[in-house]
């Protein structure tokens, strides 16, 4: 199942907005957490008893799935072109089929005829 491009696009603007690299990303939507609400986590600078957001997500991930990092990184860039590519190619076996289909019945209405 496809992740939605608006969220993925939320995820993009989190990672400009907190400076987070792919892999923290990453981490972070495996730990399933909200784009929206990163910045109630990484209020650091203001609360100095908190960890630093990259810094936190690693603890939590490694809590949670005891490895330091995930196995493969994709950037959001690329996870966005895969499913345009997909997209596209279910787009084009579609219109396939309804060709095939719109052939069919014209065969089989011209025997009806005869």
Known sequence: MGVKKAILEKWMVAQKKH???DKHVQMARELGLNPDKLGKIDNHTQET??????QFIEEIYYKRFKREAPETVKP?????????KK???QK????IRRKLRDENT?????DIID
Request: glycine share 0%; aromatic share 4%; hydrophobic share 35%.
């Open 19 to 21: 400076h987070l690299s």
């Open 49 to 54: 008893w908190k960890a630093p957001l990259p």
């Open 76 to 84: 959001l860039k690329q996870i966005m072109a895969e499913q345009e």
């Open 87 to 89: 997209k596209k190619e």
């Open 92 to 95: 084009k076996a579609k219109e």
């Open 106 to 110: 014209d065969v089989s209405a011209t």
